[in-house]
């Protein structure tokens, strides 16, 4: 009998744990709203795209106008020497705001991870800003070209997707 008693305190304890609606996940619980595997996908997108904009507006904010001096050197072509010579005239400043924005887009990113909405707002004004910035400082018009507009408005669409998901 006293071998029986253990058994049913067990069977007891295991009745009192509460459930959980993931069987791969037994430590998450059943009303935390779960992250969609799409929104990890274009986080972790966004992390390599802004992340690289990042650190290239901020490396060209420091150490701008000597690196494109060491840059000219492998111009090629007409086109990249005048790409190049353009770099050059943008005030490193000009460079830094850029670089802000991206970091923007990346925290931005990050609360979206954690479903929040605010990280919704943060990274569409990061990316409708660079979107308009980034040709405008190097070019000096306000045009951006057709695919960094797709990709800007697909981005924000999936990321919209998720909306109702965020609090």
Same mark, same amino acid.
Request: proline residues 7%; charged residues 10%.
């Given at each position: 009998? #006293?071998?029986? #008693? *253990? !058994?049913?305190?067990? /069977?007891? !304890?295991?009745?009192? !744990?509460?459930q959980y609606i993931d069987p791969q996940n037994p430590f998450e619980?059943?009303?935390? *709203?779960?992250?969609?595997?799409?929104?990890?996908?274009?986080?972790?997108?966004?992390?390599?795209?802004?992340?690289?904009?990042?650190?290239?507006?901020?490396?060209? &904010?420091?150490?701008?106008?000597?690196?494109?001096?060491?840059?000219?050197?492998?111009? &090629? =072509? *007409?086109? /990249? #020497? #005048?790409?190049? @010579?353009?770099?050059?005239?943008?005030?490193?400043?000009?460079? @830094?705001?850029?670089?802000?924005?991206? @970091?923007?887009?990346?925290?931005?990113?990050?609360?979206?991870?954690?479903?929040?909405?605010?990280g919704f707002y943060m990274y569409i004004i990061a990316q409708i800003? =660079?979107?308009?910035?980034? *040709?405008?400082?190097? =070019?000096?018009?306000?045009?951006?070209?057709?695919? &960094? /507009?797709?990709?800007?408005?697909?981005?924000?669409?999936?990321?919209?997707?998720?909306?109702?998901?965020?609090?």
């Amino acid at each position: 009998m #006293e071998q029986q #008693e *253990p !058994q049913s305190d067990q /069977i007891q !304890q295991q009745q009192e !744990q509460p459930q959980y609606i993931d069987p791969q996940n037994p430590f998450e619980p059943q009303n935390k *709203p779960r992250r969609p595997g799409l929104l990890l996908f274009l986080a972790i997108l966004t992390f390599i795209g802004s992340g690289w904009s990042f650190l290239y507006y901020l490396i060209f &904010s420091i150490a701008g106008p000597r690196l494109i001096d060491s840059m000219m050197s492998f111009a &090629s =072509t *007409p086109q /990249i #020497e #005048e790409m190049f @010579l353009r770099l050059g005239d943008v005030p490193q400043w000009q460079f @830094l705001l850029l670089a802000l924005f991206y @970091l923007g887009s990346i925290i931005g990113a990050a609360f979206m991870l954690k479903l929040r909405r605010i990280g919704f707002y943060m990274y569409i004004i990061a990316q409708i800003s =660079t979107l308009v910035l980034v *040709p405008f400082f190097i =070019t000096g018009t306000f045009v951006p070209g057709i695919s &960094s /507009i797709i990709i800007t408005l697909i981005f924000i669409g999936a990321y919209g997707y998720f909306y109702k998901l965020m609090s």
